[in-house]
């Protein structure tokens, strides 16, 4: 179980360091799902488990659905549309 | 809200301000005053724009180049050494904090202390629910819920203030808004469509048995209600708005809000003042185990997911197209 642990602080330093050195808006977004995701794994491991389907609900869900739609008005990802017309 | 008057023009406060400016003669009366056309922007035009904006991603990143001086080039290099040592240190000093924190589970910790012995030697009894957690925040710290609550209701009408576009000022911004919606989304996408009807029915049932498990499994209100809200918002990515507007518009949201905030006010003053004069409660913890046990826990359980419910779809439809 300790070494589980430790994979999983090691799998959250590395998504926390990514996210910060992501050139690409989108592909922050994306390690900061799977940074919510280990984060609720760790809440389980550590007896709370209230805790961990809100982290999994809210934190990799919502607030990321949220940021997807916030990239799509402020037009940081490119649609199929527009890769088609700058072709 | 700011509403226009709309007889603003003839009103003293506008004649004031043209005779201040000269626009006006108070002899003469009015002046010609051609108010300049207002350009007219094509939906084309407007996408134009937003292409070269694309295109042209690292066009401020060239001016500076340009005018890339020696002191600004000293300057940014400062920046990033600055950045490097502030970060360094607060890593530093938080760590030497975290040093002197308890260890994980000691039993000597300062927080436990009599309060948490109560609330695990008297919970089951006290609250009737099986769930230690959901007893807690919502039988003893009821009143700190029903803050949150309050708060994420008050979340939801700010981020209403901020992004809404209003039906009677503004119909151009507003098909434009529709405009990019439909442009950016793709409708009637065979995959997500199957997707989504295979999981947003398992998603919403799921969130249902977390919110009235709440008192027996770990969950409750908050977790139950966000994983609603995710399912509805799956449900309107596949769909589009026709869809679920029939079942959640703006009406039908914020009677759900305050119905339910309002329910769980009355509940709990209720309980409060029932406890707090010793007068006999009609509210029975009942037989710990059972769906309808717990007394007010389960009520108050579905009054928070709902209340999360309906902020999480807000949240989502008023960012996309600024609207319930």
Sequence with gaps: MTELRIILLVFLLVCAIAVSFSKNLLISVVIYMAFSLIMAIIWLILESPDLAITEAAVGAGVTSILFFVTLKKIRSIKTTAEEDIDE | MSKKNPNYQNSFADKFTRWVKGDYDPIEGQMEMNAPDKEVFGDERIRYVHLHIVKSNNYSERMFEEGLAKNVRRFTGLYKIFGVIVSVFIACLLLWTVSFLPKFGDPNAPENNEVATRYIEQGLSETGAVNIVTGMILDYRAFDTFGESCVLFVASCCVLILLRVDKDEDPESRAIEDMNDRHYEPRN????????????????????????????????????????????????TAYGFEKTQRFMNEKVVKALTVGALTFYCFAKSYSFYTGANHLHSIITPGTPGNILSAGLIVYLNICVGIVVACTMYSFYTLFRKGGI
């Design chain 2, 189 to 236: 996408d065979t995959i997500l469509q199957k997707v989504a009807d295979f999981l947003v029915p398992l998603m919403i049932i799921f969130g249902i048995y977390v919110v009235l498990n709440g008192h027996i499994s770990p969950g409750g209100g908050f977790s139950g209600g966000a994983i609603i809200g995710s399912g509805l918002i799956l449900y309107l």
